[in-house]
């Protein structure tokens, strides 16, 4: 990547000032890259600069950006709903910084990809690849329900526990806990929501998970409810065999990078 083609941006959005990286391309097609959680614009393990300089390379330009709160950016850190604004901005941005563009792709990882499904077509996003998107959990912070039955239902097959049964040493009552929770209904209703909201999407739509993830196993899981059943026949699936949920190793992060740029060009 020539860093003379990556600079960085100011640009305002409502009171504060956003910093945003552009990675500059010929190409008419450009990817949005939206931060999850109160993650940087380089993503974890610079994952997401990485894969911005490889994109670039391959002709199409990169914009990545710190919303308010988060960063470089001023501004109150209004979590993941209060993004709309943001994605607006940095989307206007990156069509003044490339007039050549005529289509925009936004990915966004977990909860950025909850924010790409609610807000995404209102900013005028033409595509969307949605990583492990977040579905809602619970207030004591613990992986989503269908996570832990996966989780508990792995670890009842498992003779080693049975052993430690018999020895006296298993904690029941932690077991029984983590079973509970297990059953447990989701009090989210951010599920329903994002159905509503990808159902509504006009745009493509790539969705690319990690089957050992929690945050994708609960997505999965709201996936194959009859609520998603309209976009679930047009979106392009990726399931990939890691746990990592930033996409960390270098097979996985190949992997993001292959189904980014099949949307680029689809």
């Known amino acids: 990547m020539d860093r003379d083609l990556r600079k960085v941006i100011a640009f305002p959005c409502e009171e504060a000032n956003l910093l945003g990286t552009l990675d500059s391309a010929p190409g008419t097609t450009a990817l949005l890259v939206v931060s999850g959680g109160n993650e940087v614009r380089a993503g974890a393990h610079r994952g ?23 960063g470089d950016s001023e501004g109150e850190n209004g979590s993941w709903e209060s993004a709309g604004p943001d994605l607006a901005a940095a989307l206007t941005t990156l069509r003044r910084e490339q007039p050549q563009l005529t289509h925009v792709v936004a990915l966004g990882n977990c ?16 595509a969307l690849v949605l990583t492990n998107p977040w579905t809602g959990g619970d207030a004591d912070g613990l992986p989503p329900a269908a996570a832990i039955r996966q989780r508990y239902g792995q670890r009842l097959r498992d003779p080693a526990l049975w052993r430690r ?19 447990a209904p989701n009090p989210s209703n951010l599920p329903d929501r994002m159905a509503a909201e990808l159902n509504a999407f006009p745009g493509p739509l790539t969705l690319v ?20 059943a309209p976009v679930r026949d047009r979106a392009t699936l990726v399931e990939l065999d890691t746990a990592s949920h930033s996409f960390q ?13 099949a949307a680029l060009t689809t």
């Not at 049964?165 to 059953?183: M, P, Q």
């Not at 998970?209 to 998603?228: E, M, N, Q, V």
């Open 165 to 183: 049964a018999l020895t006296g040493r298993l904690a029941w009552g932690k077991l029984a806990r983590g079973i509970a929770k297990s059953l």
């Open 111 to 126: 909860d950025a990809a909850a924010a790409l499904a609610r807000f995404g077509r209102d900013a005028g996003v033409d």
């Open 249 to 261: 190793h270098a097979a996985d992060a190949a992997a993001l990078e292959a189904a980014v740029l």
């Open 48 to 70: 997401m600069a990485m894969l911005a300089a490889k994109v670039a390379s391959a002709g199409h330009p990169v914009f990545r950006f710190d919303r308010r709160g988060v």
């Open 209 to 228: 998970l990690a089957r050992g993830d929690a945050t994708a196993i609960g997505f999965r899981a709201c996936w194959t409810s009859a609520a998603f």
